[in-house]
């Protein structure tokens, strides 16, 4: 079955976080996470740790994360050894780029077919849909640095995100979805979707 726990802005809200433990295939402790991340700043690092440390607290042991760099080549690990997979955010068409490169996107795939859980947080959530346009809409979109062509996504879900809503982006978000055929979810920050299988949930 399918488990998504696409998030705006991670493990940051206790309903979130209430579900996110409930879901667990595995107990706290003997979870092991494979955390997902391509940074080109001290700022984007910041963040990168603070998910890390978000997990931390909630008892995943620091031995049992695993940090995956996409800006780097070669990977030591096999993604059948962890129950967890922590997609950071960052520039979506870069992560997106740099997955397809390292191959990542069809283990991602295969990860989550085999029933993984997936959590996906900004760009990490954008990327799971039928089509990351949304990444670049909007004031606030990301900038399509790397000229990257095709937009698709990987899959999982036909849901575009819109992560960290704010009420002033309503129009912006209104002229997207007339744009488009599939469903556009806005997710302010603390908020998630969670999907499995067919079933699909808000948590605010």
């Not at 940074?39 to 984007?44: C, L, M, N, S």
């Not at 029933?115 to 039928?130: D, M, R």
């Not at 129009?171 to 699909?200: Q, W």
Request: some cysteine; glycine content about 8%; hydrophobic content about 40%.
């Amino acid at each position: 079955m399918k488990r998504l726990l696409l998030t705006s802005s991670g493990l940051d809200n206790e309903n979130v976080i209430k579900e996110f433990v409930s879901i667990l295939a595995k107990s706290i402790i003997e979870t092991k996470v494979l955390l997902i991340f391509g940074v080109k700043t001290d700022e984007e690092m910041f963040y990168v740790q603070e998910s890390k440390k978000e997990l931390i607290d909630l008892g995943i042991l620091e031995e049992n994360i695993i940090e995956a760099n996409v800006n780097n080549e070669l990977f030591p690990f096999e993604f059948k050894n962890f129950n967890l997979i922590y997609f950071c955010g960052g520039n979506t068409y870069y992560l997106l780029d740099r997955i397809r490169k390292l191959k990542f996107d069809s283990l991602i795939g295969d990860f989550v077919n085999r029933g993984g859980l997936y959590i996906g947080v900004s760009a990490g959530s954008i990327i799971v849909g039928e089509s990351i346009e949304i990444s670049g809409w909007g004031s606030e979109g990301d900038k399509n640095e790397v000229e990257l062509k095709d937009l698709k996504g990987l899959g999982f879900t036909n849901i575009a995100i819109f992560p960290h809503y704010k009420n002033e982006q309503e129009e912006e978000v209104k002229e997207f979805r007339k744009k488009v055929s599939y469903p556009v979810k806005k997710l302010k920050d603390g908020e998630a979707i969670l999907i499995m299988g067919d079933k699909i949930r808000e948590i605010k």
